[in-house]
């Protein structure tokens, strides 16, 4: 019932502090930082790199094509830990703008919305049209079937889509799935796909190639990260057994709003900063929410992630750090299948 999906985002967006923060201060960090990843495809792999000021014009030679990912903007919050969401989509949207190479599309996964509300839909659908990148595909978070299930979402964004709106394209040989698992979302609980979505999911993948490189993409992460806060999908593992067979398999989430990876064989999952605010680290804090910071923290809470792909025997490795680093390798790396 839409009183109880109320009560759960209510508890969940809670301040978990009493730092203010200046508002000024925030969109200047916020600028500086950027809010999103930049995908490059080259030989059907993908790799991503966060919106930083090392984004140069050499970043996509040699690709395929180039996408945008984007997540949780939120447009209609207005508590403390950003006054303003709607200035720093716009932020995001400059950024994407002054790419030297414009993407192909952007992928948006989740929570457009703050309370599901067409005025929100209406301001989000402003922001975008002003996004060179004019193909934009889109899934929803739990935030956009908050007050109507996610009739006005579909109706909006779902055109074409499948059930509560996955959906499948295809990208110069690369295969994109979009997922939902927001739907019949329950109060602490883990993301869900269902019998329907799934039966359709394996329907999708029978007869491709197993050299067709997979794009996978939903806004609860689908692996688990922190169960307690419900960063997790329950039926994950049976829609990443359809893809076993694939040779290359890349796992787009958002949710939690701050970016992590983890490498599993051939499947590489990431999951996205926010561009509305930041949330705590799994387990940091009494409960997952927005969290406020004093500006001249905000560097160290967002994080950035240099995603490098470097060979070694079969082991990756990902080297991270955060905007206070200077020098991204001075954070080290972790091999295997082990992030941050």
Not at 17 to 40: E, I, P, Q, S, Y
Not at 238 to 256: E, W
Not at 284 to 291: C, V
Request: proline share 5%.
């Amino acid at each position: 019932m839409p009183e109880q999906k109320q009560n759960f985002i209510d508890q969940n967006l809670q301040d978990l502090n009493n730092d203010g923060v200046d508002r000024r201060g925030f969109l200047k960090c916020m600028a500086w930082a950027g809010t999103g990843l930049v995908w490059t495809v080259a030989g059907g792999v993908p790799a991503s790199r966060a919106f930083t000021k090392s984004y140069g014009k050499d970043a996509s030679k040699g690709a395929d094509f180039t996408f945008v990912q984007i997540s949780d903007s939120h447009i209609g919050f207005n508590k403390p830990a950003n006054p303003d969401v709607t200035a720093t989509l716009q932020v995001a949207i400059d950024k994407i703008n002054a790419m030297p190479h414009k993407p192909d599309f952007i992928i948006h996964t989740g929570d457009l919305s703050q309370l599901s509300k067409p005025s929100e839909f209406d301001t989000l659908d402003q922001l975008l049209t002003g996004a060179s990148a004019k193909q934009i595909y889109f899934v929803p978070g739990e935030h956009d079937m908050l007050s109507d299930n996610g009739e006005q979402y579909l109706q909006r964004y779902g055109k074409g889509t499948k059930g509560t709106g996955w959906y499948s394209f295809d990208q110069k040989g690369v295969h994109f799935v979009g997922l939902v698992n927001v739907a019949n979302l329950k109060a602490g609980g883990m993301g869900s796909l269902g019998h329907e979505q799934l039966e359709w999911l394996e329907d999708d993948l029978k007869g491709r190639s197993a050299s067709t490189p997979i794009v996978l993409f939903a806004h609860i992460p689908l692996w688990t990260i922190y169960p307690d806060w419900g960063w997790g999908t329950d039926d994950s593992e049976q829609a990443l057994s359809y893809v076993k067979r694939f040779g290359s398999v890349t796992v787009l989430n958002g949710h939690i709003h701050q970016i992590m990876q983890k490498v599993e064989g051939k499947v590489s999952f990431h999951t996205a900063m926010s561009t509305a605010f930041p949330q705590p680290a799994p387990g940091t804090a009494p409960s997952a929410g927005p969290m406020k910071v004093p500006a001249d923290q905000l560097r160290k809470v967002l994080g950035i992630t240099d995603v490098n792909y470097l060979v070694s025997g079969r082991s990756l490795a990902v080297v991270d750090s955060s905007l206070a680093d200077s020098d991204p390798s001075a954070s080290g790396s972790a091999n295997g299948s082990g992030g941050r």
